[in-house]
């Protein structure tokens, strides 16, 4: 079954560049599809396709993807984009959907 | 506006069944595939069946293939997930999801969970 990494934590200072990496064989072929977390709430999409935001979700909020590595970026962080972000893609030979382990963002 | 809302959970002793219902409304529901998704107690998030938006199609983790089994009342505008067999290790907060669509759309709505306890 497909796999995706993502890194357990990743710290910044409010005001900087956050970047979230997604790692999965020939991930750059898919499409990857972003959530937040906040504690004791549903998942919010945050970024679909790569490298879209729905409606209501901040430009500071970005993506790429790109051979085996898909990155998620939130830029000017702020305290209040501390949670946990996962990455999620749709295996085709399988249909399934697979979601990575998850990134807890801590705002310092 | 989109709305989807999650019910059914409880305690469960091993090897009973649950039936979780969401409820949907705000969008065409008839258009629309539907997912279930959980996540254990300080865990990630796992992926656990999908109902395409003809009620006819659907597919499953591994985990739960055989057990577990989603469908979709497209009059009533709700998904279900029954679930058979029950495991500790189903223990978690189960969510729908509305697939937004594509050839591998994300999950761009989300219902609020509801707790499975398999004790």
């Known amino acids: 079954s497909y796999v995706l990494t993502q890194p357990p934590s990743v710290s910044v200072a409010p005001g900087q560049t956050a970047s979230i990496t997604c790692g999965g064989t020939?991930?750059?072929?898919?499409?990857v599809h972003w959530y937040q977390q906040r504690p004791g709430q549903a998942p919010v999409l945050v970024v679909y396709d790569d490298s879209d935001r729905p409606s209501g979700i901040p430009e500071r909020f970005s993506g790429s993807n790109s051979w085996n590595t898909a990155t998620l970026t939130i830029s000017r962080v702020e305290a209040g984009d501390e949670a946990d972000y996962y990455c999620q893609v749709w295996d085709s030979g399988t249909y399934h959907w697979v979601f990575g382990g998850g990134t807890k963002l801590t705002v310092l | 506006q989109v709305q989807l809302v999650d019910s059914g959970g409880g305690v469960v002793q091993p090897g009973r069944s649950l039936r979780l219902s969401c409820a949907a409304s705000g969008f065409s529901f008839s258009n629309s595939a539907m997912h279930w998704v959980r996540q254990a107690p300080g865990k990630g998030l796992e992926w656990v069946a999908v109902v395409a938006n003809d009620a006819i199609n659907k597919y499953y983790a591994d985990s739960v293939k055989g057990r577990f089994t989603i469908s979709k009342d497209n009059l009533k505008n709700t998904v279900f997930l029954q679930m058979n067999s029950l495991k500790p290790e189903d223990t978690a907060v189960y969510y729908c999801?509305?697939?937004?669509?594509?050839?591998?759309?994300?999950?761009?709505?989300w219902g609020q969970g509801t707790l499975v306890t398999v004790s």
């Open positions: 020939n991930i750059g072929g898919k499409s």
């Open positions: 999801a509305r697939d937004r669509g594509g050839a591998a759309g994300g999950f761009d709505y």
